[in-house]
């Protein structure tokens, strides 16, 4: 263990680790909070199992319910490894995210990916994050299409632009490299002044990093509309 007392050590022994991790193969890992809709969450499973670039690992957090829906996924046959965690009381937003991504760090993740179980994404969408990521740290899509719903009619909006609302970006489509998810990690652990996740990534974590506003358009952002 470096003695943290001696800065030069520490550093040394951190630019070793990164060098170490920096030839790792890549290994991509999603995670997919989940809350009380076992049926969006089946579907989103699907679309990545469909990926022209699969993740290697899936990590589902389930939260809020005592009742367990893994049953969802059990039958399914995908070329990725499915973690699912579970959390059977509701949590402070932070750890939503926080719980699935401390685990994908811990299996030696290269490249994270954030996904909403309501969204859908196209079959390129992995394979064109992880491409962004070859010069930036975290590529969050400015343009996306977005999708609301109703009981009877839907409407779709092929170019809708996120870039003003926090993280700066489409959230669900956001991906990054290790370097970026573990002081992402760090920050919400730390966080005592943002109730939302994005607000931390928007405030604390991206101004510290190379973070892309991407024109890739392999999201769409889901919005049911209880109104209509």
Known sequence: MP???NPALAGFAAQVQA???SRLPAKVGVMVPTYQRPDLLRACMLQLAAQSRAPDVICVHQNGVSDSYRWVIEDLRI??????LHTPVQLPQHQWYSIPLKYLIEQNCSHFFWADHGDLYRRDHIEKGVADLQDCDCSLPNHAALLVTG???YRMDPDFDFGARAPG???SGMC???KFARALLDDLAEDQSHIYTHDVIAQVTCPRFRCKPSER????HHH???DN
């Open 19 to 21: 060098l170490r991790e």
């Open 151 to 153: 009981a009877a009619e």
């Open 217 to 220: 358009r392999t999201a769409i």
């Open 3 to 5: 003695d943290e007392k």
């Open 169 to 171: 970006g489409l959230a």
């Open 176 to 178: 990054f490299n290790r």
């Open 79 to 84: 070329p990725s490894q499915i973690a699912w």
């Open 224 to 226: 049911a509309n209880a």
